[in-house]
């Protein structure tokens, strides 16, 4: 069972997830950090545990918005799929060997391509940005990618083909439930054991609403090869015991 610590990114800070409602995300306040900066609280995750990978949703490319210190009124705009390249490099510097999993929105190929191309990450597409499901057909044919379907409440974003058409799934699966994310209720485990039994032996990893180890030993029971955990790991519900014993 692989848990990947998730930072959630808006305007250059790291910040607390509740539900989806990614307009009232506030900036984090953890014991893990001091500041909320992404460098930060990535070094304090990793003090707390040596994690393989780390989850990065770059919010500002995932809404299309821009950022401050990097957009002027002369500048050009941050656009949907265009990710952070210099805090991807920055957290590859500080930690190397930890990969990069990162969510900046693409849409296309050629976006989702431009962050394969950066040294230390692995590509997320999300169903809720994707263009269409042919992209992700060619792009599992051409390079690892990881592809997160996207639900809001009983509701799947993005096209039915990629929900209903297994074939078109690359190795690495998310099941990223928005509604559960930072809800402390607990996974989504039904859909996630329909999803594992359709997966045919693909890695399926959990997103949204874990609370504690039991959720873990429950998912890893499952067959789910992992999750994406941010607040049980800040508010302390995974201890670095708890993460010791699940590597172990």
Same mark, same amino acid.
């Given at each position: 069972m692989q848990v990947i610590p998730v930072l959630d990114v808006k305007n250059s800070l790291v910040v607390r997830g509740v539900m989806g409602d990614r307009a009232n995300y506030r900036p984090i306040e953890t014991p893990l950090s001091s500041g909320a900066g992404p460098l930060d609280v990535a070094r304090g995750l990793l003090a707390l545990h040596p994690f393989e990978a780390l989850y990065i949703a770059d919010l500002d490319a995932i809404e299309g918005l821009a950022v401050e210190g990097v957009v002027a009124e002369s500048e050009?705009?941050?656009?949907?799929g265009e990710p952070d390249a *210099?805090?991807?490099a920055a957290l590859v510097a500080a930690h190397p060997g930890v990969t990069l999993w990162l969510d900046a929105g693409v849409g296309s190929f050629d976006e989702a391509? $431009?962050?394969? $191309? #950066?040294?230390? &990450? #692995?590509? &997320?597409v999300g169903s809720e940005s994707v263009e269409d499901a042919e992209t992700v057909r060619r792009l599992s044919q051409e390079t690892d990618l990881a592809l997160?379907?996207?639900?809001?409440?009983?509701?799947f974003?993005?096209?039915?083909? #990629? #929900? *209903?058409?297994?074939?078109?799934?690359?190795?690495t699966l998310i099941v990223m439930t928005l509604a559960k &994310?930072?809800?402390? $209720?607990?996974?989504?485990?039904?859909r996630l054991a329909e999803i594992v039994a359709r997966a045919g032996g693909r890695r399926v990893f959990a997103a949204g609403g874990v609370r504690g180890p039991q959720d873990l030993a429950v998912l890893k029971e499952m067959g789910v090869a992992g999750a994406l955990i941010a607040t049980a790991l800040h508010d302390g519900r995974i201890s670095a015991a708890d993460l010791a014993r699940l590597a172990g």
């Amino acid at each position: 069972m692989q848990v990947i610590p998730v930072l959630d990114v808006k305007n250059s800070l790291v910040v607390r997830g509740v539900m989806g409602d990614r307009a009232n995300y506030r900036p984090i306040e953890t014991p893990l950090s001091s500041g909320a900066g992404p460098l930060d609280v990535a070094r304090g995750l990793l003090a707390l545990h040596p994690f393989e990978a780390l989850y990065i949703a770059d919010l500002d490319a995932i809404e299309g918005l821009a950022v401050e210190g990097v957009v002027a009124e002369s500048e050009k705009h941050r656009r949907r799929g265009e990710p952070d390249a *210099d805090l991807m490099a920055a957290l590859v510097a500080a930690h190397p060997g930890v990969t990069l999993w990162l969510d900046a929105g693409v849409g296309s190929f050629d976006e989702a391509m $431009a962050i394969e $191309a #950066l040294p230390g &990450v #692995l590509c &997320v597409v999300g169903s809720e940005s994707v263009e269409d499901a042919e992209t992700v057909r060619r792009l599992s044919q051409e390079t690892d990618l990881a592809l997160s379907l996207d639900f809001r409440g009983d509701v799947f974003l993005g096209p039915p083909e #990629l #929900l *209903d058409d297994e074939s078109l799934w690359p190795e690495t699966l998310i099941v990223m439930t928005l509604a559960k &994310v930072g809800s402390g $209720a607990g996974p989504d485990f039904a859909r996630l054991a329909e999803i594992v039994a359709r997966a045919g032996g693909r890695r399926v990893f959990a997103a949204g609403g874990v609370r504690g180890p039991q959720d873990l030993a429950v998912l890893k029971e499952m067959g789910v090869a992992g999750a994406l955990i941010a607040t049980a790991l800040h508010d302390g519900r995974i201890s670095a015991a708890d993460l010791a014993r699940l590597a172990g």
